[in-house]
Structure formats: C-alpha cells, structure tokens
Nanobody, 121 residues
Framework: QVQLVESGGGLVQAGGSLSLSCLASGSIFSINDMGWYRQAPGKQRELVATITSGGSSTYADSVKGRFTISRDNAKNTVLLQMNSLKPEDTAVYYC???????????????WGQGTQVTVSS
C-alpha cells in the first residue's frame, strides 16, 4: 500500500501565493506520474497539473503561467507552487501518484486526502 499526505493549504488573499506538498510513503516500488487535481464546491474534480518521473509537466489552461509543479523522486514528493492566486482557484486540492507494485506491470492510482485552498477577493 501507498499513502499520500498533503500539506500547505490555507487561506490567502487574491494575488498571493501558496505552496502545496505531497509525500508518498509505504511499500513504494515505482512511481510514474504524480500530480494535482482540485474540486470546487458543486463542481467536477479537474486536473490542475501533472509531472512524469522524467520531469515533463502539463498544466490546465486556467493555471498556466501561475502554477509550477515539481517533484523529488528520491523523496517521493510532488510540489505545487501557486502564484497570483485568484478566488476561482478556491477548491480542495488532491495529489495523486501512479504506482507500480513490484512484480506487476500495472500502475495503480493513489490519492491524498485533500487540502483546502481558499483565496479571498
């Protein structure tokens, strides 16, 4: 089993910055993609950013140029630096990791518990 624990959420004024981190722990063999989704009240969960084990990243159009995703493979950690935050960024942010157990070829997606980000206008 793999556990993901997020930290770094909170309340910030519009235009401010927050940094989220997510640590994967447990019986880790191989992690491929890691990333972040978010879900605002009454809305579907949406992809925010992803990063491969090689460091290639993709972003939702709504956060391009404002958010930066990074990871430390040695520490099984993924970070999300959020700048120029807007009220519409308010949501619960969930990290995920695609993990392949030893002896298998299939990746399993694990999720964190979520961390609240609130941006006031």
């Amino acid at each position: 089993q793999v556990q993901l624990v997020e930290s770094g959420g909170g309340l910030v004024q519009a235009g401010g910055s927050l940094s989220l981190s997510c640590l994967a722990s447990g019986s880790i063999f191989s992690i491929n993609d890691m990333g972040w989704y978010r879900q605002a009240p009454g809305k579907q969960r949406e992809l925010v950013a992803t990063i491969t084990s090689g460091g290639s990243s993709t972003y939702a159009d709504s956060v391009k140029g404002r958010f930066t995703i990074s990871r430390d493979n040695a520490k099984n950690t993924v970070l999300l630096q959020m700048n120029s935050l807007k009220p519409e960024d308010t949501a619960v942010y969930y990290c995920y990791a695609d993990h392949r157990p030893s002896g298998t070829l299939r990746y399993i997606r694990y999720w964190g518990q979520g961390t609240q980000v609130t941006v006031s206008s």
